[in-house]
């Protein structure tokens, strides 16, 4: 007793199957295949060939991290680790920075990054010392001490 138009599980199952093995049919012929064999001499001469990477492009992808006592480290508060980047001490909901490079972690024994310029220690005792006679010269308001209650 069965109705007309009534699909069963048997004529569902013969659709899947003729649907799924139509894709494969046409994925394979619209792929090409590769043409290039597994012991071609020309790819193999590009892996031997090593490539010296300058200290300017292993800066460039190192994307602001330095590597320091073995690990990378980003001066706005995290560290890489096992790819992935965790923070440390930068402020919550602030979104992480680029990962370092590929070649940057490649190279990372044999780049040390530029120097950072000294800041605030860089000042001579005479810049100090003027800055402060500056600051006690200026007139400030006077402080609010009492209450009015």
Request: charged fraction near 25%; include cysteine.
């Amino acid at each position: 007793m069965s109705r007309r138009g009534h699909i069963t599980n048997k004529t569902l199952f013969m659709k899947r199957t003729f649907l799924f093995l139509l894709a494969c049919a046409i994925f394979a012929l619209v792929l090409p295949p590769s043409t290039v064999s597994a012991k071609d001499p020309k790819r193999s001469e590009k892996k031997s060939t090593a490539h010296t990477a300058t200290p300017a492009e292993i800066a460039k992808s190192a994307n602001g991290w330095s590597f320091l006592n073995g690990e990378w480290v980003h001066p706005a508060g995290y560290k890489f680790i096992k790819n992935q980047v965790l923070r440390t001490t930068a402020k919550a909901g602030r979104t992480a920075p680029e990962p370092p490079g590929k070649l940057a972690l490649e190279n990372a024994q044999n780049w040390k990054p530029a120097p950072v310029p000294p800041q605030e220690s860089a000042k001579t005792e005479a810049q100090r010392k003027a800055e402060e006679k500056q600051k006690n010269i200026q007139s400030r308001p006077a402080p609010q001490t009492g209450t009015h209650i």
